[in-house]
């Protein structure tokens, strides 16, 4: 009985340390990292917004963990091609990709696009470029007003340029169109700023676009609202949305997400480093000049924040259903 009791306590004390063991490396993955350079998969192409803000993050990436961040573009089907494939990399923390809502949200419940919304493992979102209606400043709308009361009085009649299809432009001028109770025309475009060449080019009456596209613009633009809860920095003198009377807050919430199965440790430490780069002023400077808005949307945040967002969207997804 004594040798069995002996015995167990050996097997016992020996497990006991294997499964120690084990821990210890992860333990340590999670403190050391990233101990080597980290691949940034971007889901479209150099020049656009995501791009752009991603190479915004590099030095400050750089200057925390002392490696770097190695852009990778991967467009294609307006960001489902890298969506689809997130899960078939390596989930150890080294290769992350960049997401957006609504994107994620919409694209899968418009059509199958070869991910649910649920496959994409957001571990932060550090901001948001803001939605804008912006006309040529030669325009005959000097105001949203003069837009609004055209498109009553002319349905269909006032086009609107935008990237896409199922992404923030579509969802944001379909979100304006119901709560003005107006009927505008979509007219998607390769990007933002092809739609800004075509409205330059008197080719549409207006785009629904980003603050960042009325700042690139400048004189040549004229931006009738910004979807920002106050004015933004960049746009001084146009109005927000809910100045005007219209509830609408919101864009393309830009963020990071890493495959599944990776360890919840290095997603915290992932989700600490954007968190640290996002408070570093001259990174606020940064963005907050080229018309973006920095927000942070945190680990722990994330499952309340996609679930807000998805309620937001339920009501224009099912207009844009319909009109399929």
Same mark, same amino acid.
Do not use: C
């Given at each position: 009985?004594?040798?069995?009791?002996?015995?167990?306590?050996?097997?016992?004390?020996?497990?006991?340390?294997?499964?120690?063991?084990?821990?210890?490396?992860?333990? %340590? =993955?999670?403190?050391?990292?990233?101990?080597?350079?980290?691949?940034?998969?971007?889901?479209?192409?150099?020049?656009?917004?995501?791009?752009?803000?991603?190479?915004?993050?590099?030095?400050?990436?750089?200057?925390?963990?002392?490696?770097?961040?190695?852009?990778?573009?991967?467009?294609?089907?307006?960001?489902?091609?890298?969506?689809?494939?997130?899960?078939?990399?390596?989930?150890?923390?080294?290769?992350?990709?960049?997401?957006?809502?609504?994107?994620?949200?919409?694209?899968?419940? +418009?059509?199958?696009?070869?991910?649910?919304?649920?496959?994409?493992?957001?571990?932060?979102?550090?901001?948001?470029?803001?939605?804008?209606?912006?006309?040529?400043?030669?325009?005959?709308?000097?105001?949203?007003?003069?837009?609004?009361?055209?498109?009553?009085?002319?349905?269909?009649?006032?086009? +609107?340029?935008?990237?896409?299809?199922?992404?923030?432009?579509?969802?944001?001028?379909?979100?304006?169109?119901?709560?003005?109770?107006?009927?505008?025309?979509?007219?998607?475009?390769?990007? #933002?700023?092809?739609?800004?060449?075509?409205?330059?080019?008197?080719?549409?009456? #207006?785009?629904? #676009?980003?603050?960042?596209?009325?700042?690139?613009?400048?004189?040549?633009?004229?931006?009738?609202?910004?979807?920002?809860?106050?004015?933004?920095?960049?746009?001084?003198?146009?109005?927000?949305?809910?100045?005007?009377?219209?509830?609408?807050?919101?864009?393309?919430?830009?963020?990071?997400?890493?495959?599944?199965?990776?360890?919840?440790?290095?997603?915290?430490?992932?989700?600490?480093?954007?968190?640290?780069?996002?408070?570093?002023?001259?990174?606020?400077?940064? +963005?907050?000049?080229?018309?973006?808005?920095?927000?942070?949307?945190?680990?722990?945040?994330?499952?309340?924040?996609?679930?807000?967002? %998805?309620?937001?969207?339920?009501?224009?997804?099912?207009?844009?259903?319909?009109? =399929?």
């Amino acid at each position: 009985m004594n040798l069995n009791r002996r015995l167990f306590a050996k097997i016992l004390a020996s497990a006991s340390l294997l499964f120690a063991s084990t821990l210890v490396p992860f333990a %340590a =993955q999670a403190a050391d990292y990233p101990e080597r350079d980290v691949t940034y998969v971007i889901p479209y192409n150099p020049g656009g917004e995501s791009d752009v803000t991603a190479r915004m993050q590099q030095k400050f990436f750089k200057e925390l963990t002392g490696h770097n961040l190695i852009i990778l573009n991967k467009p294609g089907a307006g960001g489902a091609t890298a969506w689809a494939q997130l899960n078939g990399f390596k989930a150890d923390g080294y290769t992350i990709m960049g997401t957006i809502v609504p994107h994620i949200i919409l694209q899968p419940a +418009m059509k199958e696009v070869g991910y649910q919304t649920e496959d994409i493992t957001n571990v932060f979102f550090f901001h948001y470029t803001p939605d804008a209606i912006i006309v040529n400043a030669e325009s005959e709308f000097k105001t949203l007003q003069d837009l609004v009361d055209f498109a009553s009085a002319n349905p269909g009649a006032v086009t +609107m340029g935008g990237s896409g299809t199922n992404t923030a432009n579509h969802l944001a001028a379909e979100i304006v169109s119901g709560l003005t109770s107006t009927v505008t025309t979509y007219i998607p475009f390769k990007g #933002s700023a092809p739609a800004i060449t075509a409205l330059l080019g008197n080719q549409i009456k #207006s785009v629904m #676009s980003y603050t960042t596209q009325g700042v690139k613009a400048g004189d040549q633009v004229r931006s009738l609202a910004v979807a920002t809860e106050k004015r933004h920095p960049a746009l001084p003198d146009v109005p927000t949305f809910r100045e005007l009377g219209i509830n609408h807050v919101g864009g393309a919430y830009r963020g990071v997400a890493v495959p599944k199965g990776t360890p919840e440790d290095i997603q915290l430490e992932l989700a600490k480093i954007l968190a640290e780069i996002n408070a570093n002023p001259e990174f606020q400077k940064l +963005m907050l000049e080229a018309g973006y808005s920095v927000i942070d949307v945190s680990h722990e945040q994330i499952p309340t924040f996609m679930g807000q967002k %998805a309620k937001t969207y339920a009501g224009a997804i099912k207009q844009l259903k319909a009109k =399929q």
